[in-house]
């Protein structure tokens, strides 16, 4: 169940550029504190020095509340993408369509829903093409996402996509970026991986002793690190479950001696 999850969070076909990897103490988390942030010339160098990979996607993250009529949702994940993200399979829409290439690039004032938010704030009535308040900002709904469900607790069906112009009026353009890439074949990521690695040590300028300034990760990551932490609780788990197991066994033991 978690493996799907987490494989259908994160394309099999695909992998992340993040200002960070994946950080599992303090020590990882201090010596990348200083990271760079992830722009959008990080994208262009990948697109213009890779050869493996197709298309590139940028996302700006925050929180904003969200409101039609007199329903309100507080601090809802906004992500902001750019025109790439069609060539992504992240979103299958449920009712309306999708944000067009044009309407992002012209920063039209256009929101696509995840299925919690329009469930939430429209109740029973179609939210496509109704007027809703992001910020203060008013925007027209042209679609609602596919029910994903929840991982975890956490559902992750409430948020809400808008161009990525707008994610940087509202919170300012010097956050970071987290960038998808998808390779020109789903047998080449690994290969795909590499060559990004390369491009952007070269775009950064990075020595050849010197550490790399950025996280890559892809769901192969995430897998790898769940398997790691699963494998010692189970391996917990088996010690309690036999040594109960024991426990058991004299008490019954004991008690037919007893008997006996």
Known sequence: ??????????????????????ITNEEEFEATRNNPR????????????????????????????????????????????TREYLNFSNYTIEKGRLISPTEIDANRPVALLGWGVADRLFKEVDPVDKEISIGGIHFRVVGVAEKKGSIFGSDQDEYAIVPIKTIRRFFGGRQSL????????????????????VALRVHRGLKPKEKDNFGLLSSDTFLQLYESITKNIFMVLIGV????????????????????
């Open 178 to 197: 987290l960038l998808t890439a998808k390779p020109i074949h789903p047998s080449l990521t690994k290969a795909a991986m590499e060559d990004t690695r």
């Open 1 to 22: 169940s978690v493996t799907s999850a987490i494989v259908s969070e994160f394309s099999a076909d695909t992998f992340s550029i993040d200002r960070r990897g994946v």
């Open 38 to 81: 992830v722009t959008m010339k990080d994208a262009d160098a990948v697109k213009r020095l890779t050869t493996l990979v197709s298309s590139v996607m940028a996302t700006a993250y925050g929180n904003a509340s969200i409101r039609y009529r007199e329903h309100l949702m507080e601090s809802v994940s906004l992500r902001g993408v």
């Open 241 to 260: 479950v036999a040594l109960s197991l024991v426990v058991g066994g004299i008490v019954i033991m004991n008690i037919m001696l007893m008997v006996v």
